[in-house]
């Protein structure tokens, strides 16, 4: 079961970005009024595995209701808005993202170093 922590101001993105510099922090932008996000957000929510995502936060953007985090996320990170977007924070640097249906749960885990 997927337990999203829903990015809601600037305060819970530093709160990411804070806790990336523990271990890699997961961001999932997603668009209310694209059926390419809804599909892309339910396979990752049925593929995701607790046992295998021990520790991982994942964090959740609705880029419809607050779009200023989204900006704010591009700026600081250098990585261009797409939707959906997956982003995967290290050490306060985005050092992956993947757009569309280039996400998926087993791609993640091979992207967050053990």
């Not at 668009?31 to 049925?46: G, Q």
């Not at 520790?55 to 779009?67: E, H, N, V």
Request: net charge negative; aromatic share 12%.
């Amino acid at each position: 079961m997927m337990n999203w922590i829903e990015l809601k101001d600037m305060h819970g993105l530093e709160e990411a970005n804070q806790s990336s510099f523990d271990k890699p922090v997961v961001i999932f932008k997603h668009s209310t009024r694209c059926s390419t996000s809804a599909l892309v957000r339910n396979k990752l929510e049925r593929n995701w595995d607790d046992q295998q995502a021990i520790g991982i936060k994942a964090y959740f953007l609705d880029l419809i209701r607050y779009r200023e985090i989204s900006n704010a996320i591009e700026a600081k990170y250098g990585v261009y808005h797409e939707s959906p977007q997956i982003i995967i924070l290290e050490n306060g640097k985005a050092f992956y993202n993947a757009s569309h249906f280039y996400i998926s749960f087993d791609d993640l885990l091979d992207k967050i170093p053990a």
